[in-house]
């Protein structure tokens, strides 16, 4: 028990300073000891804490989810929301989007500018 | 074979209303004297995305046609030797559509299925009503 309470409060010493922990190291156990008594075990893992504190929402796929089967070069709005400012189609990993969806999504942009719907560099004016 | 396509093109925003209607009803002469069908839209005048040549808008001129390829070939032709158009794209969309079909299809039969047999599955396990009555009510949502 005395080295787990004490893996954390060495972390926590080594980013605010050298007096806190003491104070900390004698709070923690006493509150919430008993409740988290299999997380110091994972104490040393301080980094996954870290991890939990950026929580990151799980991007979806907007066409999956708002059920758009028909990917239109036409629909200059729907395809704006997926082209940087730069005039870039967005990674799939930016936006979430599933690979099918992507795959007809990049085409319908780069239909739309060949139209002249869409810029191929830079913003519209 | 008659396929569906659709074709967008843009002429120049100095167009008079006349000429733009007599170059849109020979395009879909053409099409019909070909044993196509064809259905056309005006956009009318918007901004382009870029520079086309010395042009910064258009009128946007769309079209629905059901012909052959050879019949969209002689369009594409036309529209290449009309000088006011600046920009034209053909799509071929019946693929797409007979996808987007089949997949409302799909939904719909799904959304039978799922209404149907919520209602036979209560009787036939009378043991766990409640079991039975919450998965139907979460399904639909």
């Known amino acids: 028990m005395a080295e787990e309470t004490k893996a954390p409060s060495a972390s926590a010493g080594a980013s605010h300073g050298e007096s806190r922990p003491e104070r900390s190291g004698g709070d923690r156990p006493e509150r919430s000891g008993p409740p988290r008594g299999p997380r110091p075990g994972g104490g040393p893992g301080g980094p996954r804490e870290g991890g939990r504190k950026f929580f990151r929402r799980k991007k979806v796929c907007k066409f999956c989810v708002e059920k758009i089967e028909a990917v239109n070069y036409k629909d200059v709005r729907l395809l704006a929301q997926f082209v940087a400012e730069s005039g870039k189609i967005t990674p799939r990993r930016l936006t979430g989007v599933c690979t099918p969806h992507q795959r007809r999504l990049s085409r319908a942009i780069k239909q739309a500018r060949n139209i002249a719907l869409l810029p191929f560099a830079g913003r519209a004016q | ?141």
């Open chain 2, 1 to 141: 074979m008659n396929r569906k396509y659709e074709l967008m093109f843009i002429v120049r925003p100095d167009m008079v209303e006349e000429d733009l209607n007599k170059l849109i009803s020979t395009l879909e002469s053409s099409v019909s004297s070909a044993g196509g069908t064809a259905k056309s839209e005006v956009w009318g005048k918007r901004r382009l995305a870029y520079r086309v040549g010395k042009f910064n808008d258009g009128i946007f001129v769309l079209m629905m046609i059901e012909a052959t390829g050879a019949t969209i070939h002689e369009v594409e032709r036309r529209l290449r030797v009309t000088e006011p158009v600046i920009k034209f794209l053909t799509v071929r969309t019946d693929e797409e559509l007979k996808r987007i079909d089949k997949i409302k299809k799909l939904r719909d039969a799904k959304k039978k299925v799922s209404a149907h047999p919520a209602p036979a599955a209560a009787p036939i396990t009378p043991a766990a009503p409640e079991a039975t009555t919450e998965t139907p009510a979460t399904a639909p949502v």
